[in-house]
């Protein structure tokens, strides 16, 4: 990571704002991993000393090769975790139970099977490292946030993605309730705390907190043009849906075999 020293200002071009982002530790393993049908991103977390690690929202089809990476590693992988229960794409959790031996942790409020169930006052640790939780619904009744003070980042699931968030019209979504949710606990993390969401179909990779309090077009509106503005996208229905929410009740776990 770098900074950018003594910008030059030509044309009345606005300073570029610079925030001192946290490197991450020499103990710490972070891997971005991708899922072009569904768009989501699965990150994996390890702990360099240990050997143990995380997977947070893994995909179906790609549990065999999250596990290969585990072994190619030699990661040791403790949980497979998801952010809330997806409607898009079905989880890798209880294909990844079976091929690492692995424990699934998912929120209590989401109503999904898991062998952990975890509220906002819990803590995930692999190795010497923590994420603490935060309970962030409102795209679902089951969102949660998982961050780490330490390496400066955040995974927020659905509930902000980079400029934008997740649908409230389906699945218990609230949009006032993840407007609140959005504002409160993870606005107020540090400004230089590096987003990781679960989806996105532009290309980007990640987000900061700076940056979508800035330029989120649409949680930098007041509440009710928030919640106007929820209430007309005019999406349509996810096609993953009816085979998704009942899998992942269930991790995953059903009569079918990843490719």
Do not use: W
Not at 30 to 45: E, N, P, V
Not at 70 to 83: E, G, Q, R, S, V
């Amino acid at each position: 990571m770098f900074a950018i020293r003594n910008t030059l200002h030509f044309c009345n071009i606005s300073p570029i704002r610079h925030l001192s982002t946290i490197p991450f530790s020499s103990d710490f393993i972070f891997r971005q991993l991708f899922d072009a049908t569904s768009s989501t991103y699965t990150y994996l977390l390890a702990d360099t000393t240990t050997r143990e690690a995380v997977l947070i929202d893994p995909v179906f089809e790609h549990a065999g090769r999250d596990a290969q990476l585990c072994k190619d590693l030699n990661l040791n992988l403790k949980y497979a975790m998801n952010t809330h229960m997806h409607a898009d794409h079905i989880t890798g959790t209880g294909v990844l139970k079976k091929l690492t031996k692995c424990k699934s942790v998912i929120s209590k409020a989401s109503g999904a099977d898991a062998d952990v169930h975890v509220n906002e006052t819990d803590v995930v640790t692999f190795g010497r490292h923590k994420l603490q939780i935060f309970a962030t619904p409102g795209h679902t009744n089951g969102c949660i946030t998982y961050y780490s003070p330490e390496q400066g980042i955040a995974f927020t699931g659905d509930t902000l993605l980079i400029r934008g968030c997740g649908r409230t019209d389906f699945q218990e979504g609230n949009s006032e309730m993840l407007y609140h949710n959005v504002h409160k606990k993870i606005f107020t993390l540090p400004p230089a705390t590096q987003l990781y969401p679960a989806h996105d179909y532009k290309g980007l990779t990640s987000t900061t907190v700076d940056e979508e309090k800035r330029l989120n077009p649409r949680l930098t509106k007041s509440l009710q043009e928030f919640v106007k503005i929820m209430d007309n996208l005019n999406l349509p229905y996810p096609k993953m849906i009816d085979k998704a929410v009942p899998a992942n009740k269930v991790c995953g776990v059903f009569e079918l075999s990843p490719q």
